[in-house]
């Protein structure tokens, strides 16, 4: 079975500051997915970014940038110039690349995100 | 372009009654996932269905909870004589295929209180 550590509980940042959320999974699989979801205090679940783990090449979306090593099993979240509405639980997710029983995402603990002025 | 819908937003209910919650997945998505997240932890699966099949029920307790996703009408998930241990927030995701590529849209949750 997969698994997804989350060793920060609560991370803080300043506004415009840069930081980074970490993430390691365990599985066998070689084919699979990774997933940053952002829940804000209105509880939404909100898709920030997505990585293949076939791809080499980090994913990227806006301010949001992954740091993806696969021989690690790690995925970590890098936000640039934070700002107030980052501020949420951040989730990192892992799904496989098989059909059926394993479509299932696998969730962290989650990281509460705190952005200070 | 209405997303996953889940409701009702809150549900109360007291010990031994039964809890219906609903999903009607984004349109034209035909594979429907519960997940449960209790206080201050993540979303833990519950179970996956597409049209009219449960696919994977693995993450759900074998007494009390059931699901069904019809072929007209939202997903149900149905919790029989709950407990307190049954408060938590239950989220519904669709996604437009079963692999691996296609991302699950989640709903806003239920949040379910036990009195």
């Known amino acids: 079975a997969q698994t997804v550590t989350q060793s920060q509980p609560e991370m803080s940042v300043q506004e415009a500051e840069t930081v980074t959320l970490s993430c390691t999974y365990d599985?066998?699989?070689?084919?699979?997915?990774l997933f940053w979801y952002k829940q804000p205090p209105s509880r939404q679940m909100i898709l920030v970014i997505r990585?293949?783990?076939?791809?080499?090449q980090n994913a990227t979306e806006n301010r949001f940038s992954v740091n993806f090593q696969k021989a690690a099993k790690s995925f970590s979240l890098k936000i640039s110039d934070s700002q107030l509405g980052d501020a949420a639980m951040y989730f990192c997710?892992?799904?496989?690349?098989?059909?059926?029983?394993?479509?299932?995402?696998?969730f962290g603990t989650g990281t509460r995100l705190q952005v200070t002025l | 372009n209405a997303g996953v819908m889940q409701n009702p937003r809150h549900l109360v209910r007291r010990r031994g009654q039964e809890a219906r919650l609903r999903c009607s997945p984004m349109k034209g998505h035909s594979h429907v996932y519960w997940y449960r997240q209790l206080p201050e932890e993540g979303l833990k699966f519950m179970v996956y269905?597409?049209?009219?099949?449960?696919?994977?029920e693995s993450g759900m307790p074998k007494e009390r909870f059931s699901a069904e996703f019809p072929k007209e009408g939202p997903s149900i998930l149905r919790i029989q004589q709950v407990v307190r241990g049954d408060s938590a927030a239950y989220f519904c995701?669709?996604?437009?295929?079963?692999?691996?590529?296609?991302?699950?849209?989640f709903g806003d949750g239920t949040r379910l209180s036990i009195l």
């Open positions: 997710a892992y799904r496989s690349a098989s059909y059926g029983t394993a479509s299932k995402l696998t």
């Open positions: 990585q293949e783990a076939y791809k080499q």
């Open positions: 599985t066998s699989e070689s084919d699979y997915y």
């Open positions: 269905l597409q049209k009219e099949n449960i696919i994977d």
């Open positions: 995701a669709s996604s437009l295929q079963g692999a691996g590529n296609q991302p699950q849209h």
